[in-house]
């Protein structure tokens, strides 16, 4: 069993800035990627941002390319979402997921943290 906790949702301006972090507990070695999805209101979750924990190798979604960072603290088991220039439309309810060995899709998810970006 893998366990999520999100931090560091809150609400800031236009072209602000946010981090979110997402610390892994349990059954840490089972972690192949882990990685952040989004929904915003009245819409489908969507995914942002992907980090393997076995090649380093990370991509983020279009529509965040260039503001979005992912990375992560192997002491600390956290994986970080580096939020820049955010829109309005970046507004939503952040999850954490975790991708386990086998598994061929994220099968741990954290319970999600808000950010609300005002224009």
Known sequence: ?????ESGGGLVQAGGSLT?????????????????????PGKE??????????????????SVK??????RDNA????????NSLKPEDTAVYYCAALTQSALKYNYWGQGTQVTVSS
């Open 1 to 5: 069993q893998v366990q999520l906790v």
């Open 20 to 40: 979110l972090s997402c610390a892994a507990s349990g059954t840490i070695f089972s972690i192949n990627a882990m990685g952040w999805f989004r929904q915003a």
């Open 45 to 62: 979750r969507e995914f942002v941002a992907h980090l393997s924990w076995r090649t380093d190798s990370a991509y983020v979604t279009d």
């Open 66 to 71: 260039g503001r979005f960072t992912i990375s």
């Open 76 to 83: 600390k088991n956290t994986v970080y979402l580096q939020m």
